[in-house]
């Protein structure tokens, strides 16, 4: 019996205890389970109020967007219409200017600008005036030796003119003396005029005109007179040569240096783009009493072997051909560009 009775306290003790732990483990959980409610209810509140306020924001930024936008579009419009209205406004100037110019008298064509008066030239036993002005002979000769040769149709009779017919042109030259120039023509029967003044044959003008027409007569292309040295060369024993051109008509008067001329005749070592006279460096130093000198790029001087004839040789320009002149004369061969 006290077994038993043992055994039933024991029994009771042990559900005590078990009811004990019970309790405790429900009011554990329970206050726990209160705890995690009262956290999530934060969070939850938490997140709601930073979605809210999120929101918010997304919504004042697209706001302020539309806005500048809207501002944007309103001034891209004001400057678009602004420059149609300042076009507009241009086109109806320019038709209005147009209107009113088509309505002013038109002017009419320009009057023909006239023609400039020819020098007038006369001629004295020494010289000739143009417009007044006085030149000597040697002024004239030693342009008409650079004078150059220009094509020129025949000339038509015209009433007032010194022509009574129909001129046939033999040959046409234009002498420039600073800013004039004097139109020169020959005409096959003979008359020459300068400037539309006739020159009479007995003049210093007429000779002196008439023997460069007759130097020019013959005058051969540039590579012909070459050809010409080079067999003239040859004849001499001579192959191998140098081409001199003296640029000018040709004639005695030319081959004679002027008083300027204290370092002889001056030759190119390239043809000229005028009439000229060609020979050979060694042709000429092959006379013995000529030196023809390369002193320049494009330059070679022909003077005396014996220095002290060249005061003598230029005194003869004009009044005789010295003997260097038409040794000149017998070794060139006139050309023409």
């Not at 959980?29 to 705890?35: E, K, R």
């Not at 007429?206 to 040859?234: F, H, L, N």
């Not at 190119?268 to 020979?279: F, G, I, N, S």
């Not at 010295?322 to 004369?329: A, D, E, F, K, V």
């Amino acid at each position: 019996m006290r077994k038993l009775y043992a055994q039933r306290k024991c029994l009771r003790c042990v559900t005590t205890c078990l009811l004990i732990f019970v309790f405790a483990v429900t009011s554990l959980l329970s206050g726990c389970g209160t705890a995690y409610e009262d956290e999530f209810n934060q969070a939850m509140n938490q997140a709601a109020s930073e979605a809210a306020n999120a929101v918010k924001q997304e919504l004042s930024n697209a706001a302020d967007k539309a806005k500048d936008d809207a501002i944007q579009w309103g001034k891209d419009q004001l400057e678009s219409a602004k420059q149609n209205i300042g076009e507009a406004a241009n086109s109806a100037k320019n038709a209005i200017q147009d209107k009113a110019q088509e309505a002013l008298p038109q002017p009419g064509p320009p009057p023909p600008s006239p023609t400039p008066a020819p020098p007038v030239v006369s001629f004295t036993d020494d010289g000739f005036y143009v417009d007044g002005i006085f030149y000597s002979s040697d002024v004239f000769n030693n342009a008409l030796d650079e004078a150059q040769e220009v094509a020129m149709e025949d000339t038509p009779a015209e009433p007032g003119t010194v022509y009574a017919e129909p001129v046939t042109i033999a040959a046409c030259y234009l002498i420039v003396l600073g800013m004039i120039t004097l139109t020169v023509i020959i005409s096959q029967s003979g008359t020459i005029t300068i400037s539309g003044t006739n020159v009479f044959p007995n003049t210093w003008a007429y000779k002196d005109t008439w023997q460069r027409y007759q130097a020019d007569i013959g005058r051969v292309s540039v590579p012909t007179a070459e050809a010409g040295v080079r067999a003239k060369a040859k004849e001499q024993g001579l192959e191998d040569i140098t081409l001199i051109y003296r640029g000018g008509s040709g004639t005695a008067e030319n081959l004679t240096p002027r008083v300027v001329d204290v370092g002889g005749l001056s030759y190119y070592l390239y043809p000229p783009d005028e009439v000229c006279t060609v020979t050979a460096l060694e042709l000429v130093n092959l006379t013995g009493v000529l030196s023809a000198i390369v002193d320049g790029a494009n330059h070679a001087s022909v003077i005396p072997t014996d220095i002290s004839k060249l005061r003598e040789w230029i005194t003869t320009r004009g009044v005789s051909v010295h003997p260097y002149t038409q040794i000149l004369m017998d070794i060139s061969i006139k050309a023409k560009p």
